[in-house]
């Protein structure tokens, strides 16, 4: 499988099939998102319900093959071979975008996830239509601590299965820990906002919103580093 996604793509650029999977996977989960946010506005709430969904399970597609067989997240910022640019623009330009765009594909993937879970503990179905259900919906810390172990001996299975395949790196050790602070930084904030804003359905439409604008800037950093390594300055990593 990793063999046949190091083959040259389908968009017709430097680019492998792997990438361009990705990036078709991220435009996709993208306008899954953003057309289901539409349908939420109009109160469609069961198109909504589906579209999320499906937008969920394409996200998903696209993390699996943006980080385990291109590993661009790892790769990119071990050495500039990735990358056939100058080094100035390099370490100006294009590092900082993809370092934004890992932060926000991380984010995208908990807030997904965290979004997806709220939803169907805010809902409620009358006469066959799904609704927002307005009140209280509070998560308690032992449940909270529960989930975040879980979340971190998962990561963690991740962390030792690609030092097993690829072998140890600091930067790979950091990548990791990152990904657990976020998500303890996550449920943090969680934790705070249902203590202040403890209504489901409020909270569920606000941050429902930011959701819609970091997918939003997370397609647009991912579409700006796909032109830069693959159509612009084209280098080695697939």
Known sequence: MTELLKQPGFFGTHATIGADLSQMMAALFTGLFVFGWVRARRGQAGAHHWLMLGGMIAMLAFFTSYYLFRQL??????????????????????????????????????????????????????????????????????????????????????FLSRVASAGFSSRKLIVYLGLLVLIAIVFSVEFAIQRIWPDGDRRHRALGRFTMLVYCILFLTGSFTYAMLYILYPGKIG
Not at 95 to 104: G, N, S, T
Not at 107 to 125: D, E, H, S, T
Not at 136 to 141: M, R, V
Request: hydrophobic share 55%; charged share 15%.
């Open 73 to 158: 997240g790892v790769l990119a910022v071990e050495g500039k071979e990735g990358f056939g640019g100058s080094q100035d623009l390099y370490d100006h330009v294009f590092i900082p975008v993809l370092v934004l765009h890992i932060i926000l594909v991380i984010i995208g993937l908990v807030m997904a996830v965290y979004m997806i879970v709220l939803g169907f503990r805010a809902q409620i179905i009358e006469g066959g239509r799904r609704m927002l259900r307005a009140g209280a919906l509070q998560t308690s810390g032992g449940t909270i601590a529960k989930v975040f172990g879980s979340m971190t001996a998962a990561v963690m299975v991740l």
